[in-house]
């Protein structure tokens, strides 16, 4: 009986942790960190000799993205070569986005901005200091939507093509995982040591 009692437990334990795996797995497999897209285009950061610039190879091609005097940092490249990195912009860091030859400046702020990630439709996340602590922000079809406001950092965010983000953030004591879909912020994790998506 003792045995029986306890199967359903495991079982529902067991569910639940794997759908949770399932759901992380997914958007990570979608929304991993690209530097190298399946067409062959690779993008990095280094030094013109000056301060560090975004590097395109696409088609036997280098392409130098940015000439400016401010540090760009960790670019990220989507299936369609829409390009997102952080950057200086004389103050602090903001978030920049290359689509089609044009760069444009997404964020325009008095704080940091940092880590984006961007999906094939375009839509860009990253994190930055709200002003306070870390929130989660979201760049879609023009407009910035703050994802998350509470009072514990939320960083290095991720998303796939369906629009699903995930991210860790502190829960008040450590570390979480937390997940935005159709709308709704879940809270996949909650326990007593960190989760991080990655750092
Ligand atoms: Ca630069
Ligand atoms: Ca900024
Ligand atoms: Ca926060
Ligand atoms: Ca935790």
Same mark, same amino acid.
């Given at each position: 009986?003792? &045995? !029986?009692?306890?199967?359903? !437990?495991? =079982?529902?334990? /067991?569910?639940?942790?794997?759908?949770?795996?399932?759901?992380?797995?997914?958007?990570?497999?979608?929304?991993?960190?690209?530097?190298?897209?399946?067409?062959?285009?690779?993008?990095? /950061?280094?030094? $013109?000799?000056?301060?560090?610039?975004? /590097?395109?190879?696409?088609?036997?091609?280098?392409?130098?993205?940015?000439?400016?005097?401010? $540090?760009?940092?960790?670019?990220?490249? %989507? =299936?369609?070569?829409?390009?997102?990195?952080?950057?200086?912009?004389?103050?602090?860091?903001? *978030?920049?986005?290359?689509?089609?030859?044009?760069?444009?400046? &997404?964020? $325009?702020? +008095?704080?940091?901005?940092?880590? @984006?990630?961007?999906? =094939?439709?375009?839509?860009?996340? #990253?994190?930055?200091?709200?002003?306070?602590?870390?929130?989660?922000?979201?760049?879609?079809?023009?407009? *910035?939507?703050?994802?998350?406001?509470?009072? %514990?950092?939320?960083?290095? @965010?991720?998303?796939?093509?369906?629009?699903?983000?995930? #991210?860790?953030?502190?829960?008040?004591? +450590?570390?979480?995982? /937390?997940?935005? =879909?159709?709308?709704?912020?879940?809270?996949?994790?909650? %326990? $007593?040591?960190?989760?991080?998506?990655?750092?």
């Amino acid at each position: 009986m003792k &045995i !029986r009692a306890y199967v359903p !437990r495991v =079982s529902v334990l /067991f569910v639940s942790v794997l759908s949770t795996v399932i759901l992380l797995s997914g958007l990570t497999a979608e929304a991993k960190l690209t530097n190298l897209t399946e067409r062959g285009d690779l993008v990095w /950061f280094g030094s $013109d000799g000056n301060d560090n610039e975004i /590097f395109l190879y696409s088609k036997g091609t280098i392409t130098q993205i940015t000439d400016n005097d401010y $540090d760009d940092w960790v670019p990220q490249i %989507n =299936s369609k070569g829409q390009i997102t990195w952080y950057g200086g912009d004389g103050d602090d860091r903001e *978030i920049y986005l290359y689509s089609k030859g044009t760069v444009t400046q &997404i964020t $325009d702020n +008095d704080y940091y901005d940092v880590d @984006p990630q961007i999906n =094939s439709k375009g839509q860009i996340v #990253w994190y930055g200091s709200g002003g306070h602590d870390d929130e989660i922000f979201l760049y879609s079809k023009g407009t *910035i939507t703050q994802m998350t406001d509470n009072g %514990n950092n939320d960083e290095a @965010p991720q998303i796939n093509s369906k629009g699903q983000i995930a #991210w860790g953030g502190r829960d008040g004591h +450590d570390f979480e995982i /937390f997940l935005y =879909s159709k709308g709704t912020i879940t809270q996949m994790t909650d %326990n $007593d040591y960190d989760d991080y998506l990655w750092d």
